[in-house]
């Protein structure tokens, strides 16, 4: 069991920018698939990036492509979701999540450890 924790959510503009931190307590990430997702109120669960473990190939939701980057930390026990551009429709909590493994997963019921989700607010 991987305990993750984000921050670095908050209210801001449209247009402006954030950038969220997931962080592992006591492990790195760099051989775990770590993403990404956002839930609304009402909606379910959406996949908005991931990076891949070793190789670090990243995957993007076609909605956030051009505006967010998934990227590590130089420490390894950290991944950062860098939001720019952003819209209201991106207002959601923001949740990390990672598993072992090797390739690409968008379903949220691929993943195994979640952190308690950061809360996004992007004002018109």
């Not at 924790?5 to 775990?32: D, F, H, K, N």
């Not at 190789?55 to 390894?76: C, H, Q």
């Amino acid at each position: 069991q991987v305990q993750l924790v984000e921050s670095g959510g908050g209210l801001v503009q449209a247009g402006g920018s954030l950038r969220l931190s997931c962080a592992a307590a006591g492990r790195t990430l760099s051989s775990y698939a770590t993403a990404w997702f956002r839930q609304a109120p009402g909606k379910e669960r959406a996949f908005v990036a991931q990076i891949s473990s070793s190789v670090d190939n990243t995957y993007y939701a076609d909605s956030v492509k051009g505006r967010f980057t998934i990227s590590r930390g130089n420490a390894e026990n950290t991944v950062y979701l860098q939001m720019n551009s952003l819209k209201p429709e991106d207002t959601a909590v923001y949740f990390c999540a990672s598993r072992w493994g090797a390739g690409t997963y968008r379903l949220p019921s691929s993943y195994d450890n979640w952190g308690q989700g950061t809360q996004v607010t992007v004002s018109s």
